[in-house]
């Protein structure tokens, strides 16, 4: 069963191409991840799909709904929560949820078993203006509008940007929460890291799906093999490995250097041969499975 | 205070009526190196960043900044620092070049002199097709890479950069790290917060702000040690719950 | 309904929240009002005048004196003969010129009739107005004195001519004026703000994705700067009314349905400025310079239409606020029936529509 269906979408601004052929399909109760950075068209494309945008070519639907034709019936099945916090900042977080509770034509208590956990959490602010929150409350807040109606799909746009990462945790459990009352759930992030909270993901990169699928099967796909390598001079090291004929990428990860070889069998005693030509005290060299970031820039560099 | 530290804070403290945003922190940052300032949002970051560039007085405490005090010296350490953040970066609707020519000018480089930057930046950056393009038109990752260049145009000692990846794809962010490694190679301090963990390891030594103190202060790799973490993301999650 | 309903009551607490801009909306009437009504001088003293005396007898010598020593007016030169007349008003010193005709003493006894004409500067309405009132009281004084025991009394005919602004504007001119301005700023100005304000933080977002039609959210927009305004309107009525004494000769039933209409040709105005401004500031220029400006200007609120060059008063014509003050002049002033202003209101009955129409044609249901 899908939920959306893209085919062959496209959308440009003048000369911007935002949105390059994009076809895919979500599938109904996923968490489903479009992954890229900033300008890699995954705002434009969830306007599409909420009926905020009209493509120039292609189509798609949402739970049935053609994104043109039926926008009222689409705009009544989701919960969108835009990109930037887009709730009213002199309203209270009560008056907020009411209002948006209200718009949709329902109330609080209704669907409250569905926002209770993330509620719970806002109830002692219930009296605060919303602009006066911080940003891991006011990311909350929005996520209760947004669900108030109880929608079959949500479309978070970037809803973890700007976050300090224990809000980010935070808010990924609630998602997994929510995907257990079986709401298809679309969500964008410029955070690699997100992706293993997501079922399938989307890479995106300057309009354009670079892969759709599980983030195994993405990584498993990696051509070639991946080292970390480690040293004492860890800034003279990557110049070093750049300069290494076989070298494919070199690129800094955390605490070592993620290092992959253009040659089909090499080994790691290949590259220390060559490390200890140069001057380096504790080289350490260890293949490893890549993730997503190697797998999304091996993609970019294609 | 010695002269071996170009940041030394003192039980500094910001309040806000009765809301303290930083409440007496203490740290020294050596000249070259990078430190690294997390926390959680609204955990006084931002506020302590504000005190240290000379744009918000200190309630209490004492801190100096390139050897100027940042209660009665803020002309001079605005002087001496870069700043760069993602929310401000340059001007969209100058060029490249006029982006350039008006930071370098703010800081008085001499006409010579500012030529000799302009070019050696667009050498550096490769971007000379596109040095006398609108700064909307370029790439996210090409505008950060320029904005961090022209913020230490003027060679400050420190550079003060505030979430200066935001947004950007992975290899434009390794690439502003290449960028800042070498600043640091060159002397300059850099002063930078994140919102990425790994970016967090690339520092010498990190700092964790929770509720406007310093939790934590140490190198990456004692810090994973303490906390038994495999990565900065296990601490940081680890300091901001209260372990 | 229901969510009608709560969008409404969303819109009053953004207004009722903004205190600063809540003073701005109810003090900004009121202070222009009295700054018209006070601003004006009432009180005359030392003011130059000519006199022109083809008599020169001692009757006019009287009522000259009996003039110059009122302590209100100074004599600042004699005239010769009527060409003077316009060189001296020219040098902008003297307000008012008094004009004897020829053998005044002996009209005055032969017939019993002899006249005197008051030709007044009226670029300064008001002044001019009671600079007239002070001089003809005093001949009307000096004549009951004539008058005292005689059975047939003498009269002094006093011929009164305005220069420059025949009309007299004045407060009660200004009042109009002043309606027109206040109505199209609290309601086409702040309309198109609030709702350019929806998608400068991206609610307007939202709230296009969701059941709210395009129609519920512009119409909950409107109702509650429909009610300011009205209050608004309401108080300046009051004070023109009560602390001006400006008269309201027609029917006050129909000065509100037609105030009523002009404020719904603002507001689908100001619908009409938020469809094609994205953010606040560009909605609060175009109303400043597209509304305000021209209406203050060209509307005969304060210059008169007959007297500007024929392009801007061919240009005036767009200008709802002045098919609006033709109307409340009418009202106020005249005491004129619907008969009189059917055409006026009409022209606002179609420009309203016209508005309408084209902000429901440019309204998006979408972000492009």
Known sequence: MNSVIIENISKSYGDVLAVDDVSLTIEKGEIFGFIGPDGAGKTSLFRMLTTLLIPDK???????????????????????????????????????????????????????????????????????????????????????????HK???????????????????????????????????????????????CDRIALMQKGKIMETDYLKNIISRFPRKLFAVKSDGMFVLLNELREYQFANSVFSFGDSLHYSDSRENVTKDNILEYLNTKNHGNISIEEIEPNIEDCFMDLMSK | ??????????????????????????????????????????????????????????????????????????????????????????????????????????????????????????DLLKISDARNKLLVSLPLGWKQKLAFSVAIIHEPKIVFLDEPTGGVDPITRRQFWDMIYEASHNGVTVFVTTHYMDEAEYCNRVSMMVDGRIASLDTPDNLKKEYNADNMHEVFVKIARGK | MKRFFAFVVKEFKHILRDYRTLLILFGMPIAQILLFGFAITNEIKDAKIAILDFSKDNVTQEISNKILSSGYFLLYKNLNSIKDIEPAFKEGIIKEVIIFEQDFSKNLSKSNLANVQI????????????????????????????????????????????????????????????????????????????????????????????????????????IPYFFIALINYIIVIVLAKFVFLVPINGSFALLVLESILFLITSLSLGILISTISNNQQTALMISLSALMLPTIILSGYIFPIE????????????????????????????????SYIVVETLVLVGMTLFFILLSVKKFKIRLE
């Open chain 1, 58 to 148: 292609g189509n798609a639907t949402v739970e049935g709904f053609d994104i043109v034709k039926d926008y009222k019936k689409i705009r009544s099945a989701v919960g969108y929560m835009p990109g930037r916090f887009s709730l009213y900042q002199d309203l209270t977080v009560e008056e907020n949820l009411h209002f948006f509770a209200a718009v949709f034509g329902t109330t609080i208590q209704e669907n409250y078993n569905l926002i209770k956990d993330i509620y719970v959490m806002l109830e002692p602010f219930k009296n605060r203006k919303a602009g006066k929150l911080s940003g891991g409350m006011k990311q909350k807040l929005a996520l209760c509008c947004a669900l108030i």
């Open chain 1, 151 to 197: 929608p079959k799909i949500l479309f978070l746009d970037e809803p973890t940007t700007g976050v300090d990462p224990v809000s980010r945790n935070e808010f990924w459990d609630m998602l997994g929460n929510l995907r257990k009352e079986g709401i298809t759930i679309v969500v964008s992030t410029p955070y690699m890291d997100e992706a293993n909270k």
């Open chain 2, 1 to 122: 205070m010695t002269n071996n530290y170009i940041i030394e804070a003192e039980n500094l403290t910001k309040k806000f009526g009765h809301f303290t945003a930083v409440d007496s922190i203490s740290f020294s940052v050596k000249p070259g190196e990078i430190f690294g300032f997390l926390g959680a949002n609204g955990a006084g970051k931002t506020t302590a960043m504000r005190m240290l560039c000379g744009l918000s007085i200190p309630s209490s405490g004492k801190a100096t900044v390139a050897g100027f005090d940042v209660f009665k010296q803020t002309e001079q350490i605005k002087k001496n620092i870069g700043y760069m953040s993602q929310k401000f970066s340059l001007y969209d609707d100058l060029t490249v070049t006029e982006n350039i020519n008006f930071y370098g000018g703010i800081y008085g480089l001499s006409k010579s002199k500012l030529k000799e930057k302009t070019e050696y930046l667009i």
């Open chain 3, 119 to 222: 030709i007044a500067d009226a670029s300064d309405p008001n002044l001019a107005n009671m600079l007239i009132g002070y001089t003809s009281s005093i001949i009307l004084d000096y004549q009951k004195d004539l008058s005292s025991g005689k059975s047939l009394p003498p009269l002094i005919n006093t011929d009164i001519k305005m220069l420059y602004n025949p009309n007299l504007k004045s407060v009660f001119m200004f009042v109009p004026g002043l309606m027109a301005v206040i109505l199209l700023l609290v309601s086409a100005m702040m309309t198109s703000i609030s709702i350019a304000k929806e998608k400068e933080l991206g609610t307007m977002e939202i709230l296009l994705v969701s059941p709210l039609n395009p129609l519920q959210i512009i119409v909950g927009k409107v």
């Open chain 3, 307 to 338: 007297n500007m060059p024929l392009p801007l008063q061919i240009i005036s014509n767009v200008l709802p606020a002045k098919w609006f003050i033709i109307i409340v002049r009418g009202i106020m002033l005249k005491g004129v029936s619907f």
